[in-house]
């Protein structure tokens, strides 16, 4: 449903903080051929690191299911979690 | 281009996904078989299986790449059918489980996990057809895996048909001696309603109304979990504050279905029907109705209270859920299948919960007495009388009710009976010990009541 418009995708990054977090995923999304069009990056409480990223995927060189794998396999090697999910569901929550 | 959604949204979403059980229950297609009826059992088992595994081919992979998509949950993914007794009528009993044993392989091949529609609407009469499914039901429920079978029975425009109550007594207790092996479970498979809705998306009563369109998608959401928290929120608020915590809640957890069940529309090329706000617990802890009772401030669910209690959830519930839907329907009211909560279960062995409180809950917005294990040695007419007394709330509140009794066979009660996975397990509970048996047998129709009579 949503190819036809912009194709944007949440990633989000949840856990404990470590060196070369934005880095990897950032390099994952850039190897996708996906454009970052947004991010926000804390830590909360002093030791969670959280970032949510808004990436289009609109041009992307591999498919969402594919992206999702990958960032998925990267969380488990950084001991994060990384999700991505499209906007719509974010959309629909908060906003009629 | 900015972000139009705060990072607090987001992670409120998240934490409601991976927190606190927020899924989508199901998205059920409703499939109308009117076009299968043939002259014989065997073409028509055939024509019934060729429509569903046709039409449902894509239901189970479109329901995953949703869930993908959005990151949320899809537990089920189901399919209702045209009440059967309309589509094989003419085939006699025998016939009615080679129909049922051709919707089961249907279910398997799509994948689903259940099918629903195994069903008969005899409120005001039986023809020979009703007759003959009702009776099949033992047979059909305790050979087939997946195949959900549901009676209505009543409705507040007829009445309540009192000579189908007392032959579902004796089916219920027929369909549990049938399943003695697996503790009666054919029983956790058939429901007898009064003022059955058309568009219920939920097991085991689901059907595809006779004023449904060919295809159509309906979707249940989930919740409760995410409801409890926004409760737990604030334990010292007023019941204002309290039923407004709990409507924007409800609109979010609504609007997930919302979007799931347009997005299943679309990928399938099926019309989207309707969302249903019931709030559907499972055995998982913190995903149960009892404890949002709790958590309003009752020592446990079942005490002097918890009618009220519930009350006030449930229309908050519909409140928020309404306005986040263009099409609500179904049965949108309280469940609270008691083998698949675990604070109802909690409650039944503490002693908090009993039968008759259950009952009570009914009045206002519990779609009915689900999942509830009774001894098995409980007398058919004392099923039947309890199918007549949730059929007499329904009928005068002109709101649906239903019942799910096990009669375990075997067991007393404080027994436990263990159904596995959604169904869960269920301490057995007692029953009055007093005869109803000469009501039953009376037979006939209990008139329309005076609520029916509003043109």
């Known amino acids: 449903m949503s190819e036809k418009k912009e194709n944007r995708v949440i990633v989000t990054v949840l856990g404990q ?6 880095a990897s995923v ?3 999304i850039a190897d996708a051929g996906a454009n970052i069009l947004d991010i926000s990056q804390t830590i909360m409480q ?3 690191f959280s970032m949510i990223m808004v990436i289009d995927m609109a041009v992307a060189t591999i498919s969402y299911d594919q992206l999702r794998a990958t960032l998925e396999q990267k969380g488990n090697e950084l001991g994060v979690q990384i999700m991505a999910q499209h906007e719509d569901v974010f959309k629909f929550m908060h906003r009629i | 281009m900015p972000l139009s959604i705060t990072t607090q949204e987001i992670l409120e979403t998240i934490r409601m996904v991976q927190m606190e059980n927020l899924d989508i ?6 499939i109308s078989l009117r076009d299968c009826c043939r002259t014989d059992a065997k073409a028509t088992a055939q024509a019934i299986y060729n429509k569903v595994t046709r039409t449902a081919k894509n239901l189970v992979p479109v329901g995953e790449e949703i869930e993908r998509r959005y990151g949320i949950p899809i537990i089920n993914k189901r399919i209702s ?8 009528e003419s085939m006699g009993l025998e016939g009615y489980t080679i129909v049922a044993r051709a919707l089961d392989e249907a279910a398997k091949e799509v994948g689903v996990n259940f099918i629903g529609g195994y069903s008969a609407l005899v409120h005001k009469g039986m023809t020979p057809g009703d007759k003959a499914l009702i009776d099949s039901l033992p047979e059909a429920l305790s050979t087939t895996d997946r195949v959900c079978a549901s009676v209505n029975v009543a409705t507040t425009k007829a009445g309540i048909n009192m000579d189908a109550v007392a032959l579902m007594g004796r089916v219920v207790k027929a369909a549990a001696e049938a399943s003695a092996d697996r503790d009666g479970l054919a029983c956790a498979k058939l429901v007898v309603f009064c003022n059955v809705p058309e568009d219920n998306p939920f097991m085991a009563g689901a059907f595809h109304g006779i004023g449904e369109p060919e295809c159509v998608i309906n979707v249940g959401v989930s919740g409760p979990g995410v409801v409890l928290n926004a409760v737990r929120k604030d334990p010292h608020c007023d019941f204002g504050t309290l039923a407004s915590a709990i409507k924007h809640t409800a609109f979010k957890i609504t609007r997930m279905g919302e979007l799931v069940g347009r997005a299943a529309s679309e990928s399938l090329g099926v019309p989207f029907g309707i969302v249903d706000l019931s709030l559907a617990p499972t055995p998982a802890i913190g995903d149960s109705v009892a404890d949002i009772l709790e958590a309003m401030g009752l020592e446990r669910c079942g005490t002097h209270g918890t009618t009220a209690a519930l009350a006030m959830l449930n229309d908050a519930v519909k409140k928020g859920g309404a306005m986040a839907s263009s099409y609500v329907g179904g049965l949108s009211g309280a469940f609270i299948p008691v083998s698949e909560d675990a604070g109802m279960i909690a409650a039944v062995e503490v002693g908090a919960l009993t039968l008759d409180k259950l009952e009570a809950m009914t009045c206002v917005c519990s779609v009915g007495l689900d999942m509830i294990a009774v001894p098995g040695d409980t007398p058919a007419e004392t099923l039947s009388a309890i199918i007549a007394d949730e059929a007499a709330i329904g009928m ?3 709101k649906t009710t239903a019942v799910r009794v096990i009669p375990v066979p075997g067991k007393k009660v404080g027994d436990h009976v263990e159904f596995g996975g959604l169904l869960g397990h269920a301490p057995v509970m007692p029953v009055h010990n007093f005869s109803s048996s000469a009501f039953i047998s009376r037979g006939g129709r209990i008139p329309a009541p ?3 009579l509003n043109n």
């Open chain 1, 46 to 48: 002093g030791e969670i």
């Open chain 2, 25 to 30: 229950r199901t998205i059920t297609m409703g």
């Open chain 1, 17 to 22: 903080d470590r060196v070369g977090i934005i």
């Open chain 2, 450 to 452: 005076l609520q029916a």
């Open chain 1, 26 to 28: 950032a390099t994952i």
């Open chain 2, 396 to 398: 005068i509140n002109r």
């Open chain 2, 81 to 88: 059918v045209t009440p059967i007794a309309l589509v094989a």
